[in-house]
């Protein structure tokens, strides 16, 4: 991106494909940032011990109290501060709906539906998290995953029910215990469809998206977004379209106009649950990685050198590339073992 071109942007929803609709938000930074120092990005210091990411349904009260302590702290800081809340859920905004301009062309840049999904929302909760933990001073916080690709973590975990986790802008019909999460969900609910009916479904449906539809690298990590003018190329990976997409549609509020907030880019990093939920996206990159007996998915420099900008926990503006983010054990976090119940309900 070019830091210097925020502007005015569009968010394009296109929950709907038949109907995309678009209209203007805008997200940018306040001006006094404007003319702010750079640094690049160095590794975190790997003397510490690795941050543990485990799944969001455990009731772990220890950590669940730590985490709002974190997030309430977040929550009250000012604006201006870009470790905020507003901000965090901001820069989201920021890199979906084209208010950055790219590098070589005065083109709108835009992270979804292209090859730099996985690595740009690592990037966002990776800086994220950090922050959380520098905010109570313990560098051992990490964020959970909402595990919703194990029957256990269909149902939204517990601890979205309380403050300061809560959304008000969420589905009533979805978000409430214990309804099975539908992680194809495609607009319309099927009422008939009993808990472990949903559970198989899911299952067979994580299968496709993981190993039978995902074979090709392209199809997983999306389409190639080379610098360049025509360089948008709309072709989202098999697990970004469902269940990503599908879950922030599931979860936003249905009498909203654009399932706001997670239904919609703009909107959705205002969610808590939205960290949660890409915190669960980045483990599934790494198990399909796993998969592949951690093949590197992409050589292409125009992928490993693309870079974007964010705030860590020092309120320092860091210029981050792909290729910085490629090994999570580098960046000092991993993800609990666990199993992945859906490799065995192949269909
Ligand atoms: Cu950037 Cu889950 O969307």
């Not at 051992?140 to 029957?151: C, H, I, M, V």
């Not at 360049?228 to 997409?245: D, K, S």
């Not at 599908?246 to 703009?266: C, I, Q, R, T």
């Not at 490629?326 to 073992?337: H, V």
Request: hydrophobic fraction near 35%.
């Amino acid at each position: 991106p070019n830091l210097s071109s925020c502007h005015n942007s569009t968010n394009i929803w296109d929950f709907d494909p038949i109907h995309p609709v678009a209209f203007p938000v805008y997200c940018c930074p306040p001006k006094s940032e404007s003319n702010e120092p750079v640094i690049d990005f160095e590794f975190p210091d790997l003397s510490a011990p690795l941050r543990v990411r485990k799944r969001a349904h455990l009731p772990d009260r220890d950590y669940i109290a730590k985490y709002a302590r974190a997030l309430s702290i977040m929550k009250s800081l000012p604006y201006d501060d870009p470790r905020s809340f507003g901000r965090q859920a901001d820069i989201h905004c920021l890199y979906c709906t084209g208010a950055y301009n790219q590098k070589y062309t005065n083109e709108g840049l835009s992270i979804h539906r292209s090859w730099f999904f996985f690595p740009w929302h690592r990037m966002m909760i990776y800086f994220h998290e950090r922050i959380l933990a520098s905010l109570i001073d313990d560098d051992t916080f990490s964020l959970s995953f909402w595990n919703w690709d194990a029957p256990e973590g269909m149902l939204t975990p517990e601890m979205y029910f309380e403050e300061p986790f809560i959304d008000i802008e969420r589905s009533d019909n979805h978000v409430r215990r214990p309804k099975v999460a539908d992680i194809n969900y495609n607009y319309v609910d099927d009422f008939n469809l009993k808990p472990d009916e949903q559970i198989s479904k899911n299952l067979a449906f994580m299968y496709h998206q993981m190993v039978s539809g995902a074979k090709k690298v392209e199809l997983f990590m999306g389409c190639t977004y080379k610098r360049g003018t025509t360089g948008f190329c709309n072709g989202p990976g098999t697990i970004e379209v469902a269940p990503h997409n599908a879950l922030h549609g599931w979860v936003g509020k249905d009498s909203n106009p654009y399932l706001e907030n997670m239904g919609s880019f703009h909107s959705a990093a205002r969610d808590p649950i939205f960290y949660a939920h890409h915190s669960n996206i980045d483990r599934l990159w790494g198990v399909w990685k796993e998969l592949r007996n951690n093949v590197p998915e992409i050589i292409d420099p125009d992928w490993l050198d693309s870079y974007f900008y964010f705030h860590n926990e020092k309120s320092q503006l860091v210029r981050i590339k792909i290729r910085d983010v490629l090994n999570t054990t580098k960046l000092g976090y991993e993800y609990e073992q666990i199993d992945n119940p859906w490799l065995n309900a192949r269909p």
